[in-house]
């Protein structure tokens, strides 16, 4: 059997440019983007993590040669085939022991928060995920994000879940090793984040699915104990607090308030391009909307946040304990955008905007159901949450322009992304926006 190609050869550059607008983590859909090698870091003979530049993406590809396809198969060449060593298990391992500091790469750092991950054995690769790819290992132990969307500087889904670890923070799964790279730019180089190991919570179930289903059976009349949206209130507000403690605050000057207000602004703005068509009945509205943002006089205390907390972040334990996942902030802004200390309202808001898209996805499912019933569910999971976040922290103001204004800004968000990609749910934060618009009409 003949020796594999080198991973720069452009046979194989070639054949991953083909492959990779085929996968869910691909985010260039529906575009033409000449895709080429950035940068290269070898494993051995037969596995290296590629760097791919597509269009103004930098795109992470852990490859290996196997003698046969696999599961994960990207093209034969020769007599070797290229797989996505996500899926393959001695790959993996060789990516983990660099993670652990275990084996020495050329531009790449291992960095581990305590005792190292178990090793590999049997890894899977967890379906249905798109963004990035997730890889269970370790006997089910850990869990791997690999981050396929790569930025230059510090990822805060490890920064801001190492620090929790070393703080001891119980609501959030302990961060066991992260990879860093170094690669060049232009003419310097840059670094950043590739992979972050998690502990790995199994039999735990998934927030979403139980509020969705709680809604479901409220919708039918059926009498079902609703999850704990005040428990999970204080779940939040304890992982605050932690990060308020490892990562420090800081009191928001008038500069910060300025440029909270204009980023709010550029956000609004934004909305209304990408969405002109979805919100031209409320244009008088968000003009005003707009100029209420200047009635701001400050925004208090800021600090590092989840930055993206929804129920889809967030599991329930076998014993019943809510557990916060996915620090890495929302996947539509700037990666420097998700690393500055925001008002902890940011993520609160993030939380009772998720209770109304459970109700929205059990109406989908029950068209004929009463909309009272819906709109009475989310108002009660709402106020439990804020009950709970309130025993923990302090209660929240629902009147604070901060706090309205960060509401509106999320359901304006939720818009624009379902305009791009789910159509069939806009109404679900559209009719948000128009309640935060005209609370007059409700």
Excluded at 260 to 287: K, N, P, V, Y
Excluded at 361 to 374: F, R, T
Aim: contains cysteine; hydrophobic residues 45%.
């Amino acid at each position: 059997m003949s020796a594999p190609l080198p991973f720069d050869a452009p046979e194989v550059t070639e054949a991953i440019a083909a492959w990779m607008p085929s996968t869910r983590w691909y985010p260039l859909k529906g575009q033409h983007a000449e895709a080429a090698l950035a940068h290269a870091f070898e494993l051995g003979a037969d596995a290296a993590i590629l760097l791919m530049r597509a269009g103004d993406a930098l795109l992470q590809v852990p490859v290996a040669w196997r003698d046969e396809p696999g599961s994960a198969p990207i093209a034969q060449l020769d007599d070797r085939w290229l797989v996505d060593a996500c899926h393959d298990p001695d790959a993996v391992q060789a990516i983990l022991d660099v993670a652990s500091g275990t084996r020495a790469v050329t531009d790449l750092e291992g960095d581990t928060a305590g005792e190292p991950p178990a090793p590999a054995g049997a890894s899977r690769v967890v379906s249905g995920e798109q963004s990035n790819t997730s890889i269970i290992g370790g006997d089910g132990t850990w869990i791997a994000k690999v981050f396929r969307v790569v930025h230059p500087g510090d990822n805060p889904d490890v920064v801001v879940t190492g620090a929790l670890t070393r703080a001891g923070s119980k609501p959030v799964p302990a961060l066991l090793a992260a990879l860093r790279a170094r690669w060049p730019a232009g003419d310097a180089f840059v670094t950043g984040h590739l992979l972050a190991v998690s502990q790995f919570v199994s039999g735990a179930d998934d927030a979403w699915e139980l509020y969705r289903q709680h809604a479901l059976a409220t919708l039918r009349g059926e009498q079902r104990q609703a999850p704990d949206a005040r428990a999970l209130g204080a779940a939040v507000a304890t992982v605050h607090r932690d990060l308020a403690a490892a990562l420090r605050t800081s009191a928001a000057t008038d500069a910060d308030t300025h440029s909270f207000i204009s980023g709010l602004e550029q956000r609004l703005g934004w909305a209304r391009e990408q969405a002109a068509g979805a919100l031209a009945d409320l244009d008088d509205e968000l003009g005003r909307a707009k100029e209420r943002l200047r009635e701001i006089r400050s925004i208090g205390e800021l600090q590092h946040i989840h930055g993206d907390l929804h129920l889809g972040q967030v599991l329930r334990s076998s014993t019943g304990d809510w557990l916060l996942l996915d620090f890495e902030g929302e996947p539509l802004r700037p990666m420097h955008e998700r690393s500055i200390r925001e008002p902890r309202l940011r993520d609160v808001v993030g939380m009772l905007r998720s209770f109304d898209y459970a109700a929205g996805s059990a109406q989908q499912e029950l068209p004929g159901a009463d909309p009272a019933i819906a709109d009475a569910w989310v108002e009660q999971r709402q106020q439990e949450f804020l009950a709970g976040y309130a025993d923990a922290s302090g209660p929240v103001d629902e009147h604070d322009p901060v706090f309205r204004a960060l509401l509106l800004d999320k359901a304006l968000y939720e818009v624009v992304y379902e305009v791009r990609n789910r159509p069939d749910w806009l109404q679900v934060p559209l009719e948000a926006v128009r309640r935060l618009l005209r609370p007059s009409a409700r």
